[in-house]
């Protein structure tokens, strides 16, 4: 199992059976706690929320 992040916009993860999932946030739109839209925290301290499936 791994996680590669090709681009800063995106992530490919490998699980152990084989499956391979991809993100892709280029087009995304982030908002902070209030729901106020924030510009792309790419190149901030900013931590991005990273949801994994089970």
């Known amino acids: 199992m791994g996680t590669e992040h090709p681009t800063p916009y995106s992530q490919i993860t490998a699980y152990l059976d084989g499956s391979v999932t991809g993100v892709d946030f280029s087009e995304a739109t982030f908002y902070d706690e209030e729901g106020n839209v924030i510009?792309?925290?790419?190149?901030?301290?900013?931590?991005?929320?990273?949801?994994?499936?089970?």
């Open 39 to 54: 510009e792309t925290p790419i190149e901030s301290d900013t931590n991005l929320v990273t949801l994994q499936v089970v």
